[in-house]
C-alpha cells in the first residue's frame, strides 16, 4: 500500500516571483493544495523534509498528512503527491501539488507496473519480453492505494501475454483501464539468417571462372 507520511507546511500568502524566491531563500519549497471540495490553497513545505521523503520512495503515489501551522493553530489534511517539479539543470525541487483526499471516498490514480522473475521463453528459448503498459489505472480508497504493481511473468512462454484482466490487484482496488489491453508479452527471437553453404561456396568459384577466362585472353 502507499506509504503515509506526516509533513509540516505552513501558508503562503505572498505571491509572484520576488515571493518564490524568498520562499526558496529560506529552504522551503513553493506548494499548493487542492480537491475535495475546498479550495486551492498556497503553501510552503521544508526543502529537506520532502527531499527525504521523495528519497525513500518506492513508487510514485505517496499518501501525505500535511500539518498545515499558520501561527495560531493547526490542521491535518490527508493528501496524495499529484506532481513534483524540479529545475531542468540541477534538478532540485522547485514546487509540488498535493490533492487532498479523504479516506472515506474513491480516487483514481496511475500506479507503476514492473515485472519480476525471467519469463521461461526468455530464459530458455531466447524471447524477448515487451511490455506495453507502463502505468496502470486504478480506484480505490487512499488507504488500499499501492505504491507499485509486481506482476510475476516467470512462466510466460513465447507467444503468451499477461493482460489487464490477469493481474490479480490488492483488496479494494479496481483497474480502471480496458482490461483487455496486453501489459507483458514474450516476442519470438528475430535472428538474422545465415548465408547457406551453397551460396557461400559459389562465389569464389565464380570469381576464379573470370580470372581463368581472362588468362586466356592473354594468351
Do not use: W
Not at 509486481?150 to 493481474?167: P, Y
Amino acid at each position: 500500500m502507499a506509504k503515509q507520511v506526516k509533513l509540516s507546511a505552513r501558508p503562503r500568502s505572498e505571491s509572484g516571483r520576488n515571493s518564490v524566491k524568498r520562499v526558496r531563500a529560506r529552504g522551503s519549497v513553493p506548494a499548493v493544495i487542492y480537491g475535495n471540495k475546498t479550495t486551492p490553497t498556497n503553501l510552503e513545505v521544508s526543502q529537506r523534509e520532502l527531499a527525504a521523503l521523495l528519497s525513500h520512495a518506492v513508487g510514485e503515489n505517496i499518501l501525505v498528512e500535511l500539518e498545515i501551522h499558520d501561527g495560531t493553530k493547526k490542521t491535518t489534511q490527508l493528501s496524495l503527491i499529484q506532481e513534483v517539479q524540479h529545475h531542468p539543470l540541477v534538478r532540485d525541487i522547485v514546487h509540488v501539488d498535493f490533492q487532498a483526499v479523504s479516506m472515506t471516498e474513491e480516487i483514481t490514480a496511475s500506479v507503476t507496473v514492473e515485472s519480476t522473475g525471467e519469463a521461461d521463453g526468455v530464459k530458455n528459448f531466447g524471447g524477448l519480453l515487451e511490455q506495453s503498459v507502463r502505468t496502470l489505472s486504478v480506484r480505490c480508497l487512499p488507504q488500499n492505494l499501492p505504491e507499485i504493481i509486481i506482476v510475476d511473468v516467470s512462466a510466460l512462454k513465447i507467444g503468451e501475454s499477461i493482460h489487464i484482466r490477469d493481474i490479480k490487484l490488492p483488496a479494494g482496488v479496481t483497474a480502471d483501464d480496458n482490461e483487455d489491453l496486453t501489459v507483458f508479452i514474450v516476442a519470438e527471437p528475430s535472428v538474422a539468417p545465415e548465408p547457406t553453404t551453397a551460396t557461400a561456396a559459389t562465389s569464389p568459384e565464380v570469381i576464379k571462372e573470370k580470372k581463368a577466362e581472362g588468362s586466356e585472353e592473354k594468351k
